[in-house]
Nanobody
């Protein structure tokens, strides 16, 4: 599976950005896509994820500001980020999951990362 992300950039506090990630290749049993982020000196953390059946997860630190959506027909996941804060600055990585966690065909795929910088 190849993941192509787009949409990062520089934005002022309070601004908005939309990240998109298109998956291609062998999509058999790809069950979910989402976004992680990694700030300098910090571990990579989950931001939001969605299954292809529409179940979504959004972490508390961005809840109410970020929204994730998935386009099943285009194998594309979007992350709408509103009211951005300086602490949202990070490299954002698109993620796809094959199978279930702990299952026999579980596998993760990562995109190349896109920089989001929130600064005045």
């Amino acid at each position: 599976v190849q993941l192509q992300a787009s949409g990062g950039g520089l934005v002022q506090p309070g601004g908005s950005l939309r990240l998109s990630c298109a998956a291609s290749g062998n999509m058999f049993n790809i069950k979910a896509m989402g976004w992680f982020r990694q700030a300098p000196g910090k571990q990579r953390e989950l931001v939001a994820a969605s299954t292809f059946s529409g179940d979504t997860t959004v972490v508390d630190s961005v809840k109410g500001r970020f929204a994730i959506s998935i386009d099943n027909a285009k194998n594309t996941v979007h992350l709408q980020m509103n009211n951005l804060r300086p602490e949202d600055t990070a490299v954002y990585y698109c993620h796809a999951r094959r199978g279930d966690y702990g299952g026999p065909d579980f596998q993760r795929y990562w995109g190349q990362g896109t920089q989001v910088t929130v600064s005045s």
